[in-house]
């Protein structure tokens, strides 16, 4: 069974600060992964994805992801945070077939500080 | 922009008693999923189904839960008897493609919530 795991469930930054939260994730075989956010009042939206290529994508917001194969990693990165980007931020994994629905971490609790 | 319509947004009921979500996913998405989420943790699917075929329900409490989705469409989802550890969103999304695919983007909607009393 996939399983992922966030390492920081709250974190407080001020604006123009960089920004990077980790995701790892273990399934042994292709995987499929993705950042979704939500904002306070909001739903579920997909901040970006990785399903192929590019180990490094980039999606909304100036948001952008790495995939690194060897570390089961999925970090998120911001070079300049804006608290605007004050939200619940969660990483998801299915599995490459595309049958499995998403596998979801425990989210971060960002909280960006004008 | 097509949305996951979710109705209620908000339900409490007092523990043993019924409640019912429902769900309406974008037109022509073939799969449809129920998520629950607990306060302060992520999404944990309940029930994934495909067209009006349940694909996945390991995790789902048959004892007291079920979902339908009989036309292929919208989808209910049904807690009988309620009891107080179910308090939480119940998150409904919906996506293009059909199993197997080379991946898979879920569209959420709002949720709703539930608080038992």
């Known amino acids: 069974a996939q399983s992922v795991s966030q390492h920081n469930h709250h974190v407080i930054l001020s604006e123009a600060a960089s920004l990077e939260l980790g995701c790892n994730y273990s399934y042994g075989g292709t995987v499929n992964l993705f950042w979704y956010v939500q904002y306070p009042g909001q739903h579920l939206q997909l901040l970006l994805k990785?399903?192929?290529?590019?180990?490094l994508v980039k999606g909304i917001k100036g948001f952008e992801a790495e995939f690194i194969k060897s570390k089961f990693s999925f970090n998120l990165r911001k070079p300049s945070v804006q608290w605007s980007d004050t939200a619940e931020y969660f990483c998801a994994v299915n599995s490459g077939g595309g049958a499995d629905g998403l596998t979801f971490g425990k989210g971060t609790h960002l909280i960006i500080q004008p | 922009e097509a949305e996951v319509a979710q109705s209620p947004r908000y339900k409490i009921t007092e523990k043993s008693q019924a409640v019912a979500f429902w769900c309406d996913p974008i037109s022509g998405h073939a799969t449809l999923y129920w998520y629950r989420q607990i306060l302060g943790q992520g999404p944990e699917l309940l029930v994934q189904?495909?067209?009006?075929?349940?694909?996945?329900d390991s995790q789902l409490p048959k004892d007291r839960f079920s979902a339908e989705r009989l036309k292929g469409v919208d989808s209910t989802l049904k807690i009988q008897p309620a009891e107080l550890g179910d308090s939480a969103m119940y998150l409904c999304?919906?996506?293009?493609?059909?199993?197997?695919?080379?991946?898979?983007?879920?569209?959420f909607g709002a949720g709703s919530r539930l608080t038992v009393l």
């Open positions: 189904f495909q067209d009006e075929s349940v694909v996945d």
């Open positions: 999304a919906s996506s293009r493609d059909r199993a197997p695919s080379g991946a898979n983007v879920l569209t």
């Open positions: 990785y399903f192929s290529g590019d180990p």
